[in-house]
């Protein structure tokens, strides 16, 4: 099965967290899995473990779309929104084999697939701030090492 066609049952699968209790979840997955009669074990096993991973996270996930997402509570976003910002911002933050490019890519195309009007340019504009964020995080620590060496110097504990 091709990548898009996992993230979208990912999706389909995160969705349902909205819907349903931590406890529920593991007879939705099962539900949900059987649904996919046509799904390959290796491509259950990786839908499974990216949405353990992505919910492992959720919080800090959380964190970071509250942080981006100005003027917006969560709790007031689309379902269908969030849900496709956490698992872009999981793509974006966490999981090193998809490149930022891609996972704000397929976040606009599964909103222009499942979310109401106005939604691609809203995910785009959250991961463009999600970007910008984590850029500048990237910059501070860069400056941060550059200023180490620079204090023990003057300190006089440089080696």
Known sequence: MKRREL?????????RVEFNDREEMPEQMKLFFESLPELAPEDQSYIEKKYERIMEKLPEIDQILGGAAEGWKLSRMGKAE????????YEMEFDEDVPVGVAVNEAVELSKKFGGDGAPSFVNGVLGK??????????????????????AKQNGTAE
């Open 130 to 151: 999600v970007g910008k964020m984590e850029e500048a995080e990237a910059a501070a620590a860069v400056e941060k090492t550059r200023e180490e060496p620079a204090e």
């Open 82 to 89: 969030l849900t496709i910002l956490r698992l872009a911002v």
């Open 7 to 15: 993230r979208e049952h990912i999706f389909e699968l995160l969705f």
